[in-house]
């Protein structure tokens, strides 16, 4: 059973940028699709951004041009750059894999606990 780990949140202000990071727990695994959501309070959880082991990516409209997401595949890791953050973005982000343990092959679907990001002045 793999574990995603999450780092990087904390407080920043409207204007202001984060790294979030997300590892998985081991390399026995071969992540093809990897990504973010977010939950803010009272809303549904929604599509951040998803990259494919290629690199192909998607993001949501309300963070277009301002995250980007990006991965190392060998070290099983996505992280996401939040820049000119806005107090809509304050959040709990959660980082997601999807792909298949290399030596059973049997599929896997994990989730991260969340990491908290707060935007304010």
């Known amino acids: 059973q793999v574990q995603l780990m999450e780092s990087g949140g904390g407080l920043v202000q409207p204007g202001g940028s984060l790294r979030l990071s997300c590892a998985a727990s081991t390399r026995m695994v071969r992540l093809n699709g990897m990504g973010w959501y977010r939950q803010a309070p009272g809303k549904e959880r929604e599509l951040v951004a998803v990259?494919?082991?290629?690199?192909?990516?998607t993001y949501g409209d309300s963070v277009k041009g301002r995250f980007t997401i990006s991965r190392d595949n060998a070290e099983n890791t996505v992280y996401l750059q939040m820049n000119s953050l806005k107090y809509e973005d304050t959040a709990v982000y959660y980082c997601?894999?999807?792909?298949?343990?290399?030596?059973?092959?049997?599929?896997?679907?994990?989730w991260g606990q969340g990491t908290l990001v707060t935007v304010s002045s």
């Open positions: 997601n894999a999807h792909g298949f343990d290399v030596g059973s092959a049997y599929p896997l679907d994990a």
């Open positions: 990259i494919s082991s290629s690199g192909s990516t």
